[in-house]
């Protein structure tokens, strides 16, 4: 499975950037797809978080700012990001896990990473 992420920028506080995942390769028909951040010094976190089916889930953080949506014919998921605060500077990561019918989920697949800096 190979993951490319990109849309990464600089903005200003209360902008709005869009990024998208494009997955390729293994892909089960069952799987998540999430995007996660890190800042410098920080664990990474996750961010938002779309099944095959639709589901999705948010940090609180980012909830009512950032939507994550995914068209599965394009294997692609894309978080669009609203109102954006300096706090939200970090390296967006996508990450994808296969869902196995044995031995549960497998979430070994990451995308390179893209910048998000957005200026106060």
């Known amino acids: 499975v190979q993951l490319q992420a990109s849309g990464g920028g600089l903005v200003q506080a209360g902008g709005s950037l869009r990024l998208s995942c494009v997955a390729s390769g293994n892909i089960f028909s069952i799987n998540l797809i999430a995007w996660y951040r890190q800042a410098p010094g920080n664990q990474r976190e996750l961010v938002a978080r779309?099944?095959?089916?639709?589901?999705?889930i948010y940090a609180d953080s980012v909830k009512g700012r950032f939507t994550i949506s995914r068209d599965n014919a394009k294997n692609t998921v894309s978080l669009q990001m609203n109102s954006l605060k300096p706090e939200d500077t970090a390296i967006y990561y996508c990450?994808?896990?296969?869902?196995?019918?044995?031995?549960?989920?497998?979430?070994?697949?990451w995308g390179q990473g893209t910048q998000v800096t957005v200026s106060s």
């Open positions: 779309i099944t095959s089916g639709g589901s999705t």
């Open positions: 990450n994808l896990c296969n869902i196995r019918s044995v031995g549960g989920p497998e979430c070994n697949y």
